[in-house]
């Protein structure tokens, strides 16, 4: 069946750097992407969506971008900071569908 | 966290015991899930709610139960005829299909 998967299980960077996570999707029909962030211990918290009409979206320190043709999205954390140590992780849903599928989440681990 | 809460936080089940998960939202929204989750995995579907009064499975239904008979509240059982519960258990709350979920902190159910 369709998932979602992502290309690094693990990812560190130093403090201050620019982070990109990345994550493939396997079908076409999907159109509405969230990026979540799970901290150890606790629930996922919303980092930003996208939906398929779009290529690029940005929120505070962070973007993501959607690229279709080859069903990629990625996440940048811009000027990466201790507190953003954590995993991610992108989900997907398609058409008017209820159920989201998630990837199995990048570590991200930020050095001081 | 948002608008929803989950206890206890931790959970102990003995053999053949059947516990109840509480999830409450004061978001108003209209749709509940939840989801389990083992160690460095992904996110995995147990039942949700589009309504009051309405549930539907998701991809790991066997084992649990579900109950909405309140629009703030979608309390989950663990029944005995679950014999892997050990995870961490979370609940999410929509607007709407194809809207961004938000979490609860969780509860981690461990057996004894």
Redesign the interface.
């Known amino acids: 069946g369709e998932s979602v998967g992502l290309h690094l299980p693990t990812l560190s960077v130093q403090e201050g750097d620019n982070s990109i996570i990345n994550c493939a999707y396997s079908n076409s029909a999907s ?2 992407f ?1 990026w ?1 962030k799970q901290e150890s ?6 980092i930003i ?1 996208i939906r398929s009409n779009m290529d690029k979206r940005q929120g505070q320190r962070v973007t993501v971008l959607l690229n279709k043709t080859v069903k990629h999205l990625s996440l940048q954390i811009a000027a990466t900071q201790p507190g953003d140590s954590a995993v991610y ?1 992108c ?1 997907e ?8 599928t ?4 990048t570590l991200l681990t930020v050095n001081p | 966290d948002g608008g929803i809460t989950q206890s206890p936080k931790y959970l102990f089940r003995k053999e053949g015991q059947n516990v109840t998960l509480s999830c409450e939202q004061n978001l108003n929204h209209d749709a509940m899930y939840w989801y389990r989750q083992d160690p460095g995995q992904g996110l995995r579907l147990i039942y949700y709610s589009q309504i009051v009064n309405d549930f539907q499975k998701g991809d790991i239904a066997e084992g649990y139960s579900v109950s909405r008979e309140k629009k703030e509240s979608f309390p989950l059982t663990v029944t005995s005829a679950q014999k892997n519960p050990t995870a961490f258990y979370l609940c999410a709350s929509s607007r709407d299909r194809a809207e961004t979920q938000y979490f609860g902190p969780g509860t981690r159910l461990l057996v004894l």
Do not use: H, M, V, W
């Open positions: 159109d509405y969230i979540y211990g606790k629930g996922p918290q919303f969506d992780f989900a849903t398609r058409g008017s569908n209820y159920k989201l998630f990837g199995k989440g």
